[in-house]
């Protein structure tokens, strides 16, 4: 059984950029979710998607979209770039109504 | 919206003795309350778990209580070592089917004194 995985690991883009960030479910979950957690802060959630659909939301901007694909992996799609952006995005999956697996994250830095 | 709120912010123990950190939610229909561990640099990791049907759980030094009627739940780690140093975050959540939006603490950063 493989756990979640995440890509990149790190990154940095320049204010006004575009990034993706990419996510493999651990086997079996269907549920996928995105954090971001800011250095020294609790993780916040971004929105989850379900059987490739988004169902629910945090607040954050049009500009973070996100998709799942029908094996369940996902992508988190940021536009626009912002200094405050930079953070380490977690991505989790599951199987409702279990325990979210998290991912090691991808640590995107914002110049 | 959920609020969760989290204390202390940093709690240093010596090794052996126990540490208890608590945590307040603003959602009386949030009913499930996980703890996480979090080392440098690494992924969160539940370390232990509660239903809102429950109102103690204990996994080996790890206990969680939880209290609806006042809406706090707490963390307390008996025989504290020293690879128990991390950040520990609580949170809750509402589960309604395919909804599993958690609402994270602040966090707590545990410090074991040798």
């Known amino acids: 059984e493989t756990g979640v995985t995440q890509s990149p690991t790190h990154l940095i883009k320049t204010r006004g950029q575009q990034v993706t960030l990419r996510c493999s479910s651990q086997?079996?979950?269907?549920?996928v979710s995105w954090y971001q957690q800011a250095l020294g802060q609790g993780p916040q959630f971004i929105f989850q998607?379900?059987?490739?659909?988004?169902?629910g939301r945090g607040n954050f901007p049009p500009r973070f979209s996100g998709l799942q694909f029908p094996n369940y992996s996902s992508e988190l799609n940021v536009n626009a770039l912002e200094l405050d952006d930079s953070a380490l995005y977690l991505c989790?999956?599951?199987?409702?109504?279990?325990?979210?697996?998290f991912g090691e994250g991808s640590r995107l830095t914002v110049l | 919206g959920e609020n969760v709120e989290q204390h202390p912010s940093t709690l240093s123990v010596q090794e052996g003795d126990s540490a208890v950190i608590k945590c307040t939610y603003s959602?009386?229909?949030?009913?499930?309350f996980p703890w996480y561990k979090q080392e440098l640099g690494k992924r969160p990791q539940l370390i232990i778990d509660?239903?809102?049907?429950?109102g103690e759980k204990k996994d080996q030094r790890i206990a969680v209580t939880l209290n609806k009627t006042a809406k706090h739940f707490s963390l307390h780690i008996t025989e504290t070592q020293p690879e128990d140093s991390a950040v520990y975050f609580c949170?809750?959540?509402?589960?309604?089917?395919?909804?599993?939006?958690?609402?994270f603490g602040t966090g707590t950063r545990l410090t074991i004194i040798p």
């Open positions: 509660i239903r809102s049907n429950v």
């Open positions: 989790a999956s599951s199987l409702f109504p279990g325990e979210l697996f």
């Open positions: 998607y379900y059987r490739e659909e988004e169902n």
């Open positions: 959602d009386s229909a949030s009913n499930y």
């Open positions: 086997s079996g979950h269907n549920t």
């Open positions: 949170a809750a959540r509402l589960s309604n089917f395919g909804n599993e939006k958690l609402t």
